[in-house]
T-cell receptor, first 113, second 116 residues
Framework: GDSVTQMEGPVTLSEEAFLTINCTYTATGYPSLFWYVQYPGEGLQLLLKATKADDKGSNKGFEATYRKETTSFHLEKGSVQVSDSAVYFCALSDQGAGNMLTFGGGTRLMVKP | EPEVTQTPSHQVTQMGQEVILRCVPISNHLYFYWYRQILGQKVEFLVSFYNNEISEKSEIFDDQFSVERPDGSNFTLKIRSTKLEDSAMYFC??????????????FGEGSRLTVL
């Protein structure tokens, strides 16, 4: 079945550091890929998405590129801020699965001033 | 901005008791979902609901679970006889349409269930 694997956290960075959170997936079809973010005390919210190979999703300075050859969708940001501290979830939606999402385990990011 | 709201935020119950978790989806959304996350584990799909019936459910969603949209606004998850392993954070979500390329579900803050 489908699955998503992402790096375990927590990831602790200083402000303005470069961020990479790795995500790899397995899927039977041609999935769409997503990053969701959960800020403290809030629900999960969509951060960015990519629906086909080589697409780049971007939002709020974050970006991720759909790499079919490596089945990856790594999240990057060039300069993190304290306000980026949150839990980040990689997810996929496979064709034929409606809006059912398969999530990775989540990676907690802590950014120190 | 419209949001999905869930109640209660935290519920503690005894094993074997019935629990109802409530959700108010975004008003013009048509698809509704429940996911759960056991502490330290992945967020897992439980069930999706459309047009007053279940459209998909996972293996987790056994006979102990049920969902209902009792009126035009609420969407509930009932666990008939809770077990220790039901302890988790339960997330409600809604979306305006179904489509494998959208994937944008709008999630609530979650309801933490602790079964003693």
């Amino acid at each position: 079945g489908d699955s998503v694997t992402q790096m375990e956290g927590p990831v602790t960075l200083s402000e303005e550091a470069f961020l990479t959170i790795n995500c790899t997936y397995t899927a039977t079809g041609y999935p769409s890929l997503f990053w969701y973010v959960q800020y403290p005390g809030e629900g999960l919210q969509l951060l960015l998405k990519a629906t086909k190979a080589d697409d780049k999703g971007s939002n709020k300075g974050f970006e991720a590129t759909y790499r079919k050859e490596t089945t990856s969708f790594h999240l990057e940001k060039g300069s993190v801020q304290v306000s980026d501290s949150a839990v980040y979830f990689c997810a996929l939606s496979d064709q034929g699965a409606g809006n059912m999402l398969t999530f990775g385990g989540g990676t907690r990011l802590m950014v120190k001033p | 901005e419209p949001e999905v709201t869930q109640t209660p935020s935290h519920q503690v119950t005894q094993m074997g008791q019935e629990v109802i978790l409530r959700c108010v989806p975004i008003s013009n959304h048509l698809y509704f979902y429940w996911y759960r996350q056991i502490l330290g584990q992945k967020v897992e799909f439980l069930v999706s609901f459309y047009n007053n019936e279940i459209s998909e459910k996972s293996e987790i969603f056994d006979d102990q679970f049920s969902v209902e949209r009792p009126d035009g606004s609420n969407f509930t998850l009932k666990i008939r006889s809770t077990k220790l392993e039901d302890s988790a954070m339960y997330f409600c979500a809604s979306s305006p349409r179904q489509g494998t390329n959208t994937g944008e579900l709008f999630f609530g803050e979650g309801s933490r269930l602790t079964v003693l």
